[in-house]
Antibody, heavy 121, light 109 residues
Framework: EVQLLESGGGLVQPGGSLSLSCAAS????????MHWVRQAPGKGLEWVST???????YYADSLKGRFTISRDISKDTLYLEINSLRAEDTAVYFC???????????????WGQGTLVTVSS | QTVVTQEPSLTVSPGGTVTLTCASS?????????PNWFQQKPGQAPRALIY???NKHSWTPARFSGSLLGGKAALTLSGVQPEDEAEYYC?????????FGGGTKLTVL
């Protein structure tokens, strides 16, 4: 059974940093592209970042420079590091798996339950 | 700035048929935008329904279908069930970047 379990969320002060994790199980983690998507309270989904199985990375233009996606194949874990946090980064952050190794064809399948990041003083 | 537009809300009767659309401000949506569709119910994570325009996942009910319609990506629900009441999001690919639509709140009434 495919499982994705996010962790690392919490209350952070503006300007702070945070590292989110997504522990994967039930599939060969190294063989698939992975995504991060966020959802602000009461708002829609926003694509954040994608990493291919080969390590190529992609970011939403508005988030470039503050967000870093990475993966540790030895730990079957996806990461998202966020720096210079702002109030508008407050959201539930979801990780999701792609059906294939590359980013194309774009084909999300399994999602985690998300982890809440709250940026406030 | 590129925008992906969905109907904000739609209402359908149980057993009816409804089509949700997904438009791009850049022009006609084609298969190269690899449209994905997701369903999200309150308090839950999104669930993938359709990928690459019209392909279903193993768990996608047969009443859901994806297509291209009039220059837009489309999600059609035929024989709507009460449990289909949810928010639906489309996702399009833009050469490395991805954009979600604003979502369509589907009410089954």
């Amino acid at each position: 059974e495919v499982q994705l379990l996010e962790s690392g969320g919490g209350l952070v002060q503006p300007g702070g940093s945070l590292s989110l994790s997504c522990a994967a199980s039930g599939f060969v983690f190294s063989n698939y592209a992975m995504h991060w998507v966020r959802q602000a309270p009461g708002k829609g989904l926003e694509w954040v970042s994608t990493i291919s199985s080969g390590g190529s990375t992609y970011y939403a233009d508005s988030l470039k420079g503050r967000f870093t996606i990475s993966r540790d194949i030895s730990k079957d874990t996806l990461y998202l590091e966020i720096n210079s946090l702002r109030a508008e980064d407050t959201a539930v952050y979801f990780c999701a798996k792609n059906r294939v190794a590359a980013t194309l064809p774009l084909s999300y399948d399994y999602w985690g339950q998300g982890t809440l990041v709250t940026v406030s003083s | 700035q590129t925008v992906v537009t969905q109907e904000p809300s739609l209402t359908v009767s149980p057993g009816g048929t409804v089509t949700l659309t997904c438009a791009s401000s850049t022009g006609a949506v084609t298969t190269y935008y690899y449209p994905n569709w997701f369903q999200q119910k309150p308090g839950q994570a999104p669930r993938a329904l359709i990928y690459s325009t019209s392909n279903k996942h193993s768990w996608t009910p047969a009443r859901f279908s994806g297509s291209l319609l009039g220059g837009k990506a489309a999600l059609t629900l035929s024989g709507v069930q009460p449990e289909d009441e949810a928010e639906y999001y489309c996702l399009l690919y833009y050469g490395g970047a991805q954009l979600f639509g604003g979502g369509t709140k589907l009410t089954v009434l």
